[in-house]
């Protein structure tokens, strides 16, 4: 009785474990190492300091490239605040198609920075930030801790600017 007991608490506990998300509120954002659009690296550790929105978009997603022109507004909004370190923007992309990702970065003049390991859905970062629908975005401090997720619109634009406010 006592070795059933026991059994069903380690299954019961290991499965409470693997339902914790790690993309959440006050947790810290997982390291993020892909190459930009140029073929450079990039990690995001390297942002350290920055309030940082990190935008998971893929060129096929509809919802996605109609936010770019809002994203773009934005950067350009607070340009002051990129040339002083303090704002940046990452585009993640989980396209599978090089020239179909440069395209769009052209074509929506995207000046902030654009990463991606071209491996769709299964970008193993898509996995790591628990991205299961698109458009998904998290933004995180200049300590790297997620201060919040999934912001659109009106919404995610009054959430920077008081951010950038407080900063």
């Known amino acids: ?3 059933s007991l026991t059994i069903l608490f380690f299954i019961l506990f290991s499965g409470y474990i693997s339902a914790q998300n790690t993309i959440e509120v006050g947790k810290k954002a997982p390291e993020i190492t892909m ?3 140029d073929g450079t690296s990039f990690s995001l550790s390297a942002l350290k300091g920055k ?3 990190i935008d998971f978009w893929a060129t096929w997603c509809a919802p996605c490239v109609e936010e770019q022109p ?3 507004t ?3 909004t ?3 605040q990129v040339k002083k370190n303090q704002f940046e ?3 993640v992309s989980l396209d ?3 020239e179909s990702w440069q395209k769009a970065i052209d074509r929506f003049q995207i000046n902030w920075i654009q990463i991606s390991d071209l491996k769709f859905w299964k970008s193993p970062v898509a996995k790591l930030y628990e991205v299961d629908e698109l458009p998904f975005n998290v933004i995180i401090d200049g300590q790297g801790t997620i201060i919040a997720k999934n912001l659109h619109g009106q919404e995610l634009e009054d959430f920077i600017k008081k951010n950038l406010i407080q900063n």
């Open 1 to 3: 009785m006592k070795n």
């Open 35 to 37: 190459t930009k659009a």
């Open 51 to 53: 309030l940082v929105l």
């Open 70 to 72: 809002q994203l773009k």
């Open 74 to 76: 934005m950067y350009d």
């Open 78 to 80: 607070y340009s002051g």
């Open 89 to 91: 923007i990452v585009g």
């Open 96 to 98: 599978k198609n090089k």
